[in-house]
């Protein structure tokens, strides 16, 4: 993949510099076209109450113009080519579009906070942006533009988990790129295995063998990706594990596959994803593509 239009889509009353930051950064890396996009969702809603001249249409008219200017001075800081989009409407039925418009390779965008009650149970647009899954979605957490020096993919060997860590790899081609494993053998299992006569000592040996056959596996991917980073196994929960990393400071982003736009897509970002983007430190990577690596 080329990374050659990065869409950042700014929440100017969330004060997301970092956002505009991280996406400039991107797209002076790649060469790219950036798109600074902010949509405005709260206007007043038809009021007959409002005095003359300020209208519904008026408003509408200030708030764009007003949001125009925040982003061209953002933009003019960036050595790269930038265009402005502003639009009156639901945020993440905007953004969908312009990545579509646009045919861009790269969403760069904030965390999000619930504003609301609908928001709360919908989640924010960032969540819905990602359960779209149209492209790679970079959720910036960290006021930084440095360049991300090192990188973790979370590695579940599925299709999903190798796309995000090709796009980490050429995302951040100059970054350390560390390939993790989080082996889970869940409790119940192995207390099952004890109880129908499984010594502990062969429960100790199975265990070993799980973590052997996830070294050889997370090797091979690191050969099909072409990367000199190293290779992890660790043990425990997935989403616990992997916050662990994120919260750890050591890191600048961490890429995680997502499903995508399914059935199942509320409960994968729901169980790991979502635990990751709430507790990290660092910023987040979210692929929704499966990549075969065949």
């Known amino acids: 993949m080329t990374i050659k239009t990065i869409i950042a889509a700014i929440a100017l009353e969330n004060g997301e510099q970092q956002v505009a930051r991280r996406a400039i950064r991107l797209a002076a890396d790649h060469g790219a076209k950036l798109v600074l996009a902010h949509a405005i969702e709260r206007l007043p809603e038809s009021d007959l109450d409002l005095p003359s001249p300020a209208n519904e249409e008026a408003i509408a008219n200030v708030l764009e113009a007003e949001a125009i200017a925040s982003l061209k001075q953002m933009a003019e800081s960036a050595a790269v080519q930038a265009e402005i989009e502003v639009e009156c409407g639901k945020a993440d039925q905007f953004i969908e579009r312009l990545i579509r418009d646009h045919a861009a390779d790269l969403l760069v965008i904030g965390p999000g906070k619930p504003q609301n009650l609908r928001e709360k149970i919908f989640g924010s647009t960032a969540d819905r942006v990602v359960r779209?899954?149209?492209?790679?979605?970079?959720?910036?957490?960290?006021?930084?533009?440095?360049?991300?020096?090192?990188?973790?993919?979370?590695?579940?060997?599925?299709?999903?988990?190798?796309?995000?860590?090709?796009?980490?790899?050429?995302?951040?081609?100059?970054?350390?790129?560390?390939?993790?494993?989080?082996?889970?053998i869940p409790l119940t299992f192995e207390q099952a295995m004890l109880k129908v006569g499984t010594s502990q000592a062969e429960l100790d040996r199975y265990r070993e063998a799980k973590a052997k056959t996830a070294y050889v596996e997370l090797r091979s991917i690191r050969a099909?990706?072409?990367?000199?980073?190293?290779?992890?196994?660790?043990?425990?929960?997935?989403?616990?594990?992997?916050?662990?990393?994120?919260?750890?400071?050591?890191?600048?982003?961490?890429?995680?596959?997502?499903?995508?736009?399914?059935?199942?897509?509320?409960?994968?970002?729901?169980?790991?994803?979502?635990?990751?983007?709430?507790?990290?430190?660092?910023?987040?990577?979210?692929?929704?593509?499966?990549?075969?690596?065949?």
């Not at 790679?136 to 957490?141: A, C, N, Q």
């Not at 973790?152 to 390939?179: N, Y």
């Not at 897509?265 to 990290?280: D, E, F, H, N, Y």
């Open 224 to 294: 099909d990706l072409a990367v000199a980073g190293k290779v992890r196994v660790v043990r425990g929960d997935p989403a616990t594990a992997l916050v662990r990393v994120a919260r750890s400071g050591r890191t600048d982003l961490i890429a995680l596959g997502i499903q995508g736009k399914n059935a199942v897509s509320q409960l994968i970002l729901g169980s790991v994803a979502r635990r990751v983007l709430a507790a990290s430190s660092c910023d987040v990577l979210l692929s929704g593509g499966a990549i075969s690596r065949n």
């Open 132 to 184: 779209a899954g149209l492209c790679p979605i970079v959720v910036v957490k960290r006021a930084t533009d440095d360049p991300y020096r090192r990188v973790i993919a979370a590695i579940d060997f599925s299709p999903m988990s190798f796309a995000a860590a090709q796009t980490a790899a050429q995302i951040a081609p100059s970054a350390k790129l560390e390939l993790i494993h989080a082996l889970e």
